[in-house]
């Protein structure tokens, strides 16, 4: 290598630096290199020295840093901007690995930024924020400055834009402040690169007015008609990102969109689609539907998704439109496109279906045209499994028999397993039809496959009793306990032998779902880790509470609330409470956090003073609570046995503790402490901390296998609510419990509703409450509820009253 | 203790929900140059999101299959920004994550095209390109160094390149060669 350097030829030298930089993370030794690098940095060749300090720079660490120092900063300042250029750029790839050197090359930075190289500015900048990143004053001192004094090159308005902006998120600044009039004044710089960062930054802003935007909008809907396609792109995209959020600022540019329909470059093209979509009427729609469709076929898959995305959230918005935009689906469905594509369209296809009752039928049908071709066995199996919810309580169930049969004898295993049990469900709720599906499933009895037949034999033995009951509990609603609970206990049965058969009341229940949160319209890179299956949050619970040796004998854990915050948010001690309700007990888990630094707590313990018959049993204190470190302490309350129904109580809650001073940069605690209280919130119990909720598919199946032993119904005036929407959500919200049937939903115009609801009430007994609702100045309710367990009936009337 | 990797972007969300990516001179992840067949000519990746060969090989079919039937000169894909030219048979790319500005990576690529049609005398295609490569591997890192746009002026970038005979000094030339350049950048400055 040292052979090379010797020769005269610039090329050859150059490309010697180049190899020097690639072989940087295998070669050992480097100090022969090192010194000719030296050499060549300081010497007279210009040509030479940029990238000599670049290559020099990648193969050093920090002793070596530190001897060539000298030269690094003479390179700052130097006035051949290229050595400035590739001084500053290594710089910075070295402020990873040393930064305490690096930093006290800022001066020389600071004045290589006032240079007049538009490149040399960029990079000095660059630095310099990097250098200061964490000092909040020192970055804004510096942006002050720059924005006085004004720079010549458009990359460092970029960047000083974003620094601006992001100054602004951080200290949550109003849009008064000098900063947002930077960016905004740097909406007319004359360099294009420069608008177009300072529109996309005030469009990103949170908390941003329709006012403020409308500069930066005006702005966007000149680049929409530029010649240069980049510019167009992204001129739509930001305006798509505007449009989720104001769709009113967008209006004035659906002329300019509309002419982008027809942009040669296709991703444009379906950005000024779908922004159309969002901010466009009810009678513009068909109209660009049509448009749509015309090229769907051209645009990648991930902007189909996007596509169907928007239509998603049209289909919500104009409910009306379900059969356009069906169809349209449907004919999407049939063309050629990957899984994430039809799986998109099949989500919106379903979610019509919930939402949007005329239009199940036709719905319904596309689906099963679809799976009668569909080589994704997801998807298949998700349409069978919503076939045989829906599908029996459409006015001609028959007719669905035909596909989920024709599953059964074509496709794979998993499919044929799905079919099954679609079959079953609608033998279980049409009797007309029971006789055909028993045929059916003796077919399937012979399928080749364990699971299929299975299945087949065990719904086949079901439906053969013909009782109600048996149905709702096996067909219908199926098992709702978590499974790696239900694990647990079988394990545990199996340890310790018992007279008594295995109660399923002692598994803790599976947690209702929450509903998909809407996912971000921008296509995402696709992750490459595979997700892994986290325990679920009640499972952790139960770990840790059954780690401590006091809650050894409570049993297994029923429900563990939400955390409730007991402090404000900037308090001294940070305490928030979960609760954790056991089978007649309840622990209380406080999470402390001590924010004062120049103190150590110990023997943390909430004292709890009831408002009811509960009784405290124990503490188990946190023993000890650093700076900044959360610790856990508990408190077991044994509830009031005498009176069952007197289930909410509110505890004054008091945190005491022991108190050492202690010196806020070591940590040392002094040797002596006090002991102090702190007072806390309120803690509430209500009835929702006794019910677990969970969803029963088939509410009225459930109705009936419960039985009406433990039924009681009473009639409440509720004066102080006006509409039946806020009446469903008081009592949703106040009972904890699961509404079912979409019947949290109230129809609009409508005096009269009824609410189901289900859960399960600590102990282990199904509880479901079934409520009439009626507007008639003022809401009159009347609560049917049910049970296994009288005590659980008397307790919801009793709170609710 | 070795020197610094390829250095990747440093990215933070805000807890609030809204991703905000922090204000950085890495811009650009990857320079591409490919060949009529989708072949890779050059190509220098400059940070991890590709990590091994074959996922890059594989990337690079993608991209190559979405964008060298149309003529427009951006696109999304796999979550990326990419901004392309083709030339008779050679296609450049120049990638950059989704957040990036899209004209600064418009400008690295211009800058690239320019320079490089003028280390070759116009005749930007696959043979001469190939007999240039030198001249191509010291362009590419005179304009990007581990991410961060180096120069965005062609001239500057043909001028620090300096390859044999093209960068004689002022004092040896003849009077027409002085004219003659004279012109070229009268020409190349207009043009921009």
């Known amino acids: 290598m040292t052979r090379l350097f010797q020769s005269n030829d610039q090329t050859l030298r150059r490309m010697c630096y180049l190899t020097i930089k ?143 902006s992001r100054l602004l998120e951080e200290t949550e600044g109003g849009h008064d402040s000098p900063l947002f009039d930077f960016i905004e004044s740097c909406l007319r710089n004359k360099h294009e690169m420069v608008v177009y960062e300072a529109a996309s930054a005030i469009v990103h802003m949170p908390n941003c007015t329709a006012r403020e935007l409308a500069p930066a909008v005006s702005v966007l809907q000149l680049f929409c008609s530029s010649p240069k396609a980049a510019l167009r792109y992204a001129a739509v995209r930001t305006l798509n990102k505007v449009a989720m959020k104001h769709p009113s600022a967008v209006t004035a540019c659906n002329l300019d969109l509309e002419n982008l329909i027809t942009d040669s470059n296709r991703s444009i093209a379906t950005l000024a689609i779908t922004t159309l979509l969002k901010t466009g009427s009810e009678s513009s729609v068909d109209r660009l539907m049509k448009q749509i469709s015309s090229f769907v076929s051209e645009i990648s898959d991930e902007f189909k998704v996007v596509v169907v995305q928007a239509i998603s959230a049209l289909c919500q918005k104009y409910p009306r439109k379900h059969s356009v935009m069906m169809n349209f689906l449907s004919n999407m469905l049939r063309d050629d496109g990957g899984f994430e594509y039809k799986r998109a369209i099949v989500d919106c296809i379903i979610s019509i279906i919930e939402e949007n009752p005329e239009s199940k ?114 067909i219908f609603n199926g098992l709702s306990v978590s499974v790696p609970g239900l694990e647990k206990s079988l394990h545990q049965y199996t340890l310790e032998p018992s007279e008594k058969p295995f109660d399923m009341k002692t598994v803790p229940l599976a947690t209702t779902t929450v509903s998909e949160q809407k996912t971000e319209l921008a296509p995402v890179a696709s992750s490459k880790l595979p997700e892994k299956l986290a325990p679920s949050r009640q499972d952790i619970y139960q770990e840790q509470l059954a780690a401590i040796p006091e809650f050894q004998g409570l049993g297994p854990l029923f429900k563990s609330s939400e955390p409730v915050q007991l402090t404000e948010a900037e308090t001294e001690y940070v305490v928030r409470c979960i609760k954790h309700t056991f089978a007649s007990h309840m622990v209380f888990q406080f999470d402390c956090t001590n924010t004062l630094n120049d103190q150590l707590l110990q023997k943390v313990v909430v004292q709890m003073e009831p408002s009811e018959a509960y009784e405290i049993v124990q503490y188990v204190p946190a023993a000890s609570l650093p700076y900044s470190q959360p610790g856990s302490c508990y408190s077991l309350v044994r509830l009031p046995e005498d009176d069952p129904t007197a289930v909410s109580c509110t505890f004054s809650c008091t945190m005491k503790y022991l108190v050492r001073d202690c010196d806020p940069n070591t940590g040392e605690p002094d040797d002596d402490g006090y002991d102090d209280e702190y007072v806390l919130e309120d803690l509430e119990v209500t009835v929702a901390d006794h019910i677990q909720k969970v969803l029963k598919p088939n509410f009225a199946a459930a109705w009936e296998e419960v039985g009406d032993e433990f039924e009681k119904e009473e009639t409440f005036a509720l004066a102080s609510v006006r509409t039946l929407e806020e009446a469903v959500n008081n009592i949703v919200s106040f009972l904890g419990m699961q509404p079912c049937e979409r019947s949290d939903k109230v129809p609009e115009n409508k005096n009269s509703h009824i609410l189901f609801l289900a859960g399960v009430f600590r102990g282990g007994h199904d509880v479901l409450v079934r409520s009439r609702l009626a507007l008639a100045d003022g809401v009159t309710m009347q609560v049917t509820v049910r049970s296994g367990e009288e005590t659980a009936v008397d307790v919801i009337l009793a709170s609710v009253g | 203790m070795r020197g610094p990797e390829c250095v990747g972007a440093p990215f933070e969300a805000v807890a609030a929900g809204q991703p905000f990516y922090e204000p950085s001179l890495y811009t650009v992840k990857a320079v591409l140059i490919l ?158």
């Open chain 1, 22 to 164: 690639e072989m940087a993370n295998i070669s050992e030794d480097v100090i022969i290199v090192t010194s000719s690098l030296t050499k060549d940095m300081t010497g007279k060749e210009d040509v030479y020295r940029g990238p000599a300090i670049r290559a020099l720079c990648r193969i050093t660490d920090t002793t070596m840093l530190q001897a060539i120092e000298r030269y690094m900063k003479q390179a700052i300042v130097d006035k051949v901007p290229s050595v400035s250029s590739s001084a500053l750029v290594s710089s910075l790839h070295m402020v990873r690995m040393s930064y305490d050197v690096v930093k006290r090359w800022v001066n020389e930075a600071q004045e290589a930024a006032s240079s007049d190289n538009i490149m040399v500015q960029y990079h000095a900048l660059g630095l310099l924020y990097h250098l200061r990143k964490n000092d909040r004053l020192a970055v804004s001192k510096m942006l002050n400055k720059f924005t006085k004094s004004g720079l010549k090159s458009p990359f460092a308005y970029c960047m000083l834009i974003r620094i601006a």
């Open chain 1, 361 to 474: 039928e036709t719905g319904l049908a596309h689906l099963c045209e679809f799976i009668e071709d569909c080589e994704h066995t997801v998807l298949a199996t998700k349409i069978l499994h919503l076939l045989g919810r829906e599908g029996p309580r459409t006015p001609s169930p028959s007719k669905y028999i035909r596909f989920i049969f024709n599953r059964v004898v074509l496709e794979s295993e998993a499919v044929r397993a799905a079919a099954v049990s679609a079959l079953a469900k609608f033998g279980a709720q049409n009797d007309d039809l029971l006789p055909s599906v028993l045929v059916l499933m003796q077919r399937c009895m012979m399928d080749s496959d364990d699971e299929v037949r299975d299945r087949a034999t065990f719904y086949m033995n079901v439906l053969q009793q013909k009782q109600k009951a048996l149905n709702a509990a096996y």
């Open chain 2, 35 to 192: 060949d009529n067949d989708g072949e890779r000519l050059y190509a220098k990746y400059y940070d991890e999101t590709y990590p091994t060969v074959k996922e890059q090989k594989a990337f690079e079919k993608n991209i190559f299959n979405k964008t060298h039937r149309t003529d427009s000169e951006i696109a999304l894909l796999e979550g990326l920004t990419v901004v392309y030219k083709s030339n008779i048979d050679l296609y450049f790319y120049v990638i950059g994550s989704s957040h990036e500005n899209e004209l600064m990576l418009m400008s690295v690529l211009n800058c690239l095209f320019d320079s490089l049609s003028q280390m070759l005398r116009k005749n930007v295609e696959k043979r001469a390109l190939l007999e240039n490569m030198e001249g191509l591997f010291l362009a590419v890192d005179e304009i990007v160094d581990g991410g961060v746009i180096l120069e965005s002026d062609p001239l500057q970038v043909v001028h620090r390149v300096a390859l044999r005979g093209d960068d004689v000094p002022l004092t040896e030339q003849t009077v027409t060669q002085v004219l003659q350049s004279a012109k070229e950048q009268i020409k190349w400055s207009l043009l921009r």
